[in-house]
């Protein structure tokens, strides 16, 4: 084994692999949800992933804050 033209000794990396479930359940936003003002917050609903997949939340039209885009129930 060379470590080509670094010096000894050899150096090492840890490598991590993740295989994607085809299983992952298809997503699922959760049932529509109806707000009138004053309130200002609600909590989605959205299906769960198997890791190391991520769903993440966006807001299509307007303006709004995810507490954590990643989180399914944020």
């Known amino acids: ?3 080509g033209p670094c010096a000894n000794p050899l ?4 490598v991590s ?3 994607f479930d ?3 359940p298809v997503a699922d936003a959760g ?5 009138c003002t ?9 299906s769960s992933v198997t890791f190391p997949a991520q769903g993440t939340w966006t ?3 307007g ?5 954590d885009a990643n989180d399914a129930r944020a």
């Open 1 to 3: 084994m060379s470590n």
């Open 11 to 14: 150096t090492t990396d840890t």
């Open 17 to 19: 692999i993740f295989l």
């Open 22 to 24: 085809a299983n992952n």
């Open 31 to 35: 049932p529509d949800q109806e707000l």
């Open 38 to 46: 004053p309130t200002t917050s609600t909590t989605l609903a959205g």
């Open 59 to 61: 807001v299509v039209q």
């Open 63 to 67: 303006t709004g804050v995810f507490a």
